[in-house]
């Protein structure tokens, strides 16, 4: 069957089915968990903290591990290790949702996290491996569109689940999808990629790695609650960032590093990855931001308010691989660079427009622009940035792109949170949060609302940079 399979379809629609599938399987989960977490801090008598672990703990185990596993794969084979991101994916899952207290939640969370990482790590790289350089910015965008769909059936999909079977219904949805996805990759992938041939590995980097990049996540993740002149956070923080000088300092003379700085050379691979970071900073608590917005001074159930946030993910559902096909015809940069104004724009709108009674056909316009904008920026950005990079080094070229935009997931909800928590009293966030729909005073309101646009303004003075530096990788070449 697979043998009559593979002659019937090219093998690179075949690879994209696997990756989409990856892809579509993470992005569900993500927006089925936001939407379950009010319940499941009711229902596991849990507290605010351990739910921003059970969410920044999964962030946190992908950015730390994506360039080891990419890493992994140009050594050891991506289908190999891709298929096996599957299977601890599904079992993470299983796992999570036969969670009976708050602290295992946050356990089986982090082999969520592991399984999760090695997918996004090796997914970009196959996708790569098996199409042309003129038809990558098209696959990619597919990608980005099956990613869209997920975004906007996760959040609807955990409100019906949460709604009608239950909390654990948002993790155990993923089993057998996950399952299904294992075995398709098992039977219809095959290795593409040429294998790195070195066999050392860069075990002192790695630890160097590991801690600092943990240290200062752990610092950005919490600084916002523990308070950013706290003695821990400060210790966490600038702990991180010495051993990562000292681990950049290290990787530039080590014969097999684990990042490869000399990919860094190529301005297309640096600037490319150094906008898509700010992108993901500027952009990625917005769905998080606007949920407390719908369920504090809106008053919305969840269901209604992942409904009501639709319009971002359609929109770049539709403009994905439209952007991806001008990509290979165009270039990437032109394209990206306007992406990312225009979710500069909605950014803008949404901190100048945002109120407690702003009608919410204004909104619509403010989350299309903005979703329009990262469709329009996503696939031409990744097919230039992997277009960068030599065959044998994909998959941690791989990583490190995915890596980059991980961290900047994790920082984008700590600066999300920093703000909210600064304006509005502990007690009020947590009663918003539960979905107790009671804003106790105008004050109270009005402290929310300010908090919400200072993030928006900052994310859209972020992706004004960001515009910057796309522009700046210099002129690219159509791919074909």
Same mark, same amino acid.
């Given at each position: 069957?697979?043998?009559?399979?593979?002659?019937r379809?090219?093998?690179?629609?075949?690879?994209?089915?696997?990756t989409?599938? +990856?892809?579509?399987l993470?992005?569900?989960?993500q927006?089925?968990?936001?939407?379950?977490?009010?319940?499941?801090?009711?229902?596991?008598?849990?507290?605010?903290?351990?739910v921003?672990?059970?969410?920044?703990?999964?962030?946190?185990?992908t950015?730390?591990f994506?360039?080891?596993?990419?890493?992994?794969?140009d050594?050891?084979?991506?289908?190999?290790?891709?298929n096996?991101?599957?299977?601890?994916?599904t079992?993470?899952?299983?796992l999570?949702?036969l969670?009976?207290?708050?602290?295992?939640?946050?356990?089986?969370?982090?082999?969520?996290g592991?399984?999760?990482?090695?997918?996004?790590a090796?997914?970009?790289?196959?996708?790569?491996?098996a199409f042309?350089?003129?038809?990558?910015?098209?696959a *990619?965008g597919?990608?980005s569109?099956?990613?869209a769909?997920?975004?906007?059936?996760?959040?609807?999909?955990?409100g019906a689940?949460?709604?009608?079977l239950?909390?654990?219904?948002?993790?155990?949805?993923?089993?057998?999808?996950g399952?299904?996805?294992?075995?398709?990759?098992?039977?219809? *992938?095959r290795?593409?990629?040429?294998r790195d041939v070195?066999?050392?590995?860069?075990?002192?980097?790695?630890?160097?790695?590991?801690?600092?990049?943990?240290?200062?996540?752990?610092?950005?993740?919490?600084?916002?609650?523990?308070?950013?002149?706290?003695?821990?956070?400060?210790?966490?923080?600038?702990?991180?960032?010495?051993?990562l000088?000292?681990?950049?300092?290290?990787?530039?003379g080590?014969?097999n590093?684990?990042?490869d700085?000399?990919?860094?050379?190529?301005?297309?691979?640096?600037?490319?990855?150094?906008?898509a970071?700010?992108?993901?900073v500027?952009?990625?608590?917005?769905?998080?931001?606007?949920?407390?917005?719908?369920?504090?001074?809106?008053?919305?159930?969840?269901l209604?308010?992942?409904?009501?946030?639709?319009?971002?993910?359609?929109?770049? *559902?539709v403009?994905?691989?439209?952007?991806?096909?001008?990509s290979?015809?165009?270039?990437?940069?032109?394209?990206?660079s306007?992406?990312?104004a225009?979710s500069a724009?909605?950014?803008?709108?949404?901190a100048?427009?945002?109120?407690a009674?702003?009608?919410?056909?204004?909104?619509?316009?403010?989350?299309?622009?903005?979703?329009?904008?990262?469709?329009?920026?996503?696939?031409?950005?990744?097919a230039?940035?992997?277009?960068?990079?030599?065959?044998?080094?994909?998959?941690?070229g791989?990583?490190?792109?995915?890596?980059?935009?991980?961290?900047?997931?994790?920082?984008?909800?700590?600066?999300?949170?920093?703000?909210?928590?600064?304006a509005?009293?502990?007690? +009020?966030?947590?009663?918003?949060?539960?979905?107790?729909?009671?804003v106790?005073?105008?004050?109270?309101?009005?402290?929310?609302l300010?908090?919400l646009r200072?993030?928006?303004?900052?994310? +859209?003075?972020?992706?004004g940079?960001?515009?910057?530096?796309s522009?700046s990788?210099?002129?690219?070449?159509p791919q074909?």
């Open positions: 069957m697979i043998a009559a399979l593979h002659r379809f090219p093998y690179k629609w075949i690879a994209l089915s696997s989409s599938l +990856a892809v579509l993470v992005t569900v989960n927006g089925s968990l936001i939407i379950a977490l009010p319940v499941i801090l009711r229902q596991l008598h849990t507290s605010l903290i351990d921003l672990w059970i969410v920044m703990v999964y962030l946190l185990i950015t730390v994506l360039i080891h596993f990419g890493r992994f794969g050594l050891w084979g991506r289908k190999r290790l891709f096996l991101g599957f299977w601890i994916f079992a993470g899952s299983l999570c949702g969670a009976t207290s708050g602290g295992l939640l946050i356990f089986y969370r982090v082999i969520q592991v399984g999760g990482a090695i997918i996004f090796n997914s970009t790289a196959i996708v790569t491996d042309p350089k003129g038809e990558r910015g098209r *990619l597919i990608n569109m099956v990613a769909v997920g975004s906007i059936a996760g959040p609807i999909l955990g689940l949460v709604t009608f239950g909390w654990r219904w948002a993790f155990f949805f993923n089993v057998p999808l399952v299904a996805g294992a075995l398709w990759c098992q039977l219809s *992938l290795e593409m990629g040429k070195s066999v050392d590995f860069d075990v002192a980097g790695t630890g160097l790695f590991l801690v600092g990049i943990t240290a200062l996540l752990l610092a950005m993740s919490f600084g916002g609650v523990a308070g950013w002149t706290s003695p821990a956070i400060i210790g966490l923080g600038g702990g991180g960032l010495i051993l000088a000292l681990f950049l300092r290290l990787e530039q080590a014969r590093p684990l990042l700085l000399h990919l860094f050379r190529s301005r297309v691979f640096a600037m490319g990855n150094l906008s970071f700010l992108n993901s500027a952009r990625m608590a917005v769905m998080f931001l606007l949920i407390f917005y719908y369920q504090g001074p809106r008053g919305d159930d969840p209604t308010a992942a409904i009501l946030l639709t319009p971002l993910a359609a929109s770049l *559902l403009v994905a691989p439209i952007s991806g096909y001008l290979d015809l165009y270039g990437s940069r032109g394209l990206s306007l992406g990312l225009l724009v909605g950014l803008a709108g949404l100048l427009r945002i109120g009674h702003t009608a919410y056909g204004e909104i619509v316009l403010w989350l299309i622009l903005l979703g329009g904008g990262s469709g329009l920026f996503n696939s031409p950005n990744t230039a940035v992997m277009g960068a990079v030599p065959p044998e080094k994909r998959g941690v791989a990583g490190t792109r995915s890596m980059l935009t991980s961290a900047g997931m994790v920082i984008s909800l700590a600066l999300a949170l920093a703000f909210i928590t600064s509005v009293p502990m007690s +009020a966030l947590m009663r918003i949060f539960v979905g107790q729909h009671v106790t005073s105008s004050q109270t309101l009005q402290g929310f300010t908090g200072r993030a928006f303004w900052l994310s +859209a003075v972020i992706s940079v960001a515009v910057w530096v522009m990788r210099g002129r690219t070449r074909h």
